[in-house]
């Protein structure tokens, strides 16, 4: 058993929240019960994430996407937001919510472990987020083609990558990963002469501009790219602090 504010100190000195102007609250969100013994992660605090916490009788639920944004302004409670909120306080459910803070990280970000998982080395800061990176950039083990990094994508993430590319079996060296919604920034790929750019989503005239740029643009989804950045907050907590923790999944092919 841990206490409410051990964990939130934890991940205060961890993620360092207040290095980033983020357009949400990150820390604790919804005050819950103050002794947690169990820990549910997931990317988002959905309806279906909260409701599985609160099955599975977890103390507190640490997302990567909370409950409140600014571009969203005041939210009453009532109706499907208010079935997200009230079963997290009738259980007594501490919400965490970190967002960019968890993109940015050098070690156990969003970004960070992408790239960890397609042998992505020498990594640095990448982005540039109102003067704080929200993701990395590196070398690739070994050359791959557009192409071939497309089917390694796909198999890491469990998911259709979208690939704007020019040149199928051009290769790729140097990449940039911005996990989630972050189409537009391959611009800083480009600018910094990266081979690649790794992102969640993608639009219509991303598709099109990135290629012509000379840039390879990858889109694997904005849910899928930003699961492995809360799983490595999982194992960190746990190892800390050595309290029961699991992984809420989710079907989201956006």
């Not at 991940?11 to 819950?32: S, V």
């Not at 820990?39 to 605090?45: C, E, K, L, Y």
């Not at 910094?192 to 989503?201: K, M, P």
């Amino acid at each position: 058993m841990i206490l409410r504010h051990q964990l939130s100190d934890y991940y205060q000195a961890l993620l360092r929240p207040e290095t980033y102007a983020d357009y949400c609250p990150n820390g604790l969100q919804i005050e819950g019960a103050e002794a947690i013994e169990r820990i549910a992660f997931a990317v988002s605090a959905t309806r279906d994430s909260i409701n599985q916490a609160a099955e599975n009788k977890a103390d507190a639920l640490v997302v990567h996407h909370g409950l409140f944004w600014t571009f969203h302004g005041a939210k009453t409670l009532t109706g499907a937001f208010a079935r997200r909120v009230f079963p997290l306080v009738k259980n007594g459910i501490n919400l965490f919510g970190y967002h960019l803070p968890l993109d940015g990280h050098p070690d156990i970000g969003n970004a960070a472990t992408l790239g960890q998982l397609i042998d992505c080395n020498q990594q640095q800061p990448f982005g540039d987020y109102k003067g704080s990176a929200t993701g990395i950039k590196g070398m690739l083990e070994q050359p791959l083609t557009a192409v071939e990094l497309q089917q390694k994508l796909e198999a890491v993430l469990k998911h259709a990558v979208i690939l704007a590319t020019s040149d199928n079996n051009a290769l790729i060296r140097s990449v940039g990963i911005i996990t989630g919604g972050a189409n537009s920034e391959w611009r800083l790929a480009e600018k910094e002469r990266l081979d690649a750019y790794i992102t969640g989503e993608i639009s219509e005239h991303d598709w099109h501009e990135s290629q012509e740029a000379g840039i390879h643009m990858f889109a694997g989804g904005h849910n899928a790219t930003e699961q492995f950045g809360i799983q490595a907050l999982m194992e960190r907590t746990r190892q800390q602090f050595a309290v029961d923790c699991f992984f809420i999944d989710s079907e989201n092919p956006a």
